[in-house]
């Protein structure tokens, strides 16, 4: 099932938000393709409220950094598009 519903914002060509500085209560659900699935609640740093599933920026980049891009302001972003193809 794809995966990663975070928040979208310009900069990243597509890419959703997932860095963990934009995360709080942070909760893991399981692993796939040895990243950790979780679920989490945006801290409002970029407006983003509520909650959301997918998997930590940072960590994605260190197995699969071909996904992840820079966004605005620094932060990590995912192309779960891109992603979810290879898992």
């Known amino acids: ?14 890419a959703a938000a997932s860095d963990i500085r934009l995360k709080k209560n942070i909760k893991k659900i399981s692993t796939i393709g040895g990243l950790d699935l979780v679920s989490w609640d945006w801290n409002g740093l970029l407006g983003f ?23 605005e302001g620094g ?3 995912i192309n779960y598009d891109e992603l979810n193809r290879q898992l």
């Open 49 to 71: 409220v509520g909650g959301s599933i997918g998997f930590i920026a940072q960590q994605v980049q260190e197995l699969y950094p071909e996904y992840v891009v820079e966004m």
């Open 1 to 14: 099932a794809a995966v990663g519903n975070g928040g979208m914002f310009g900069g990243g060509g597509g």
């Open 75 to 77: 932060y990590l972003g």
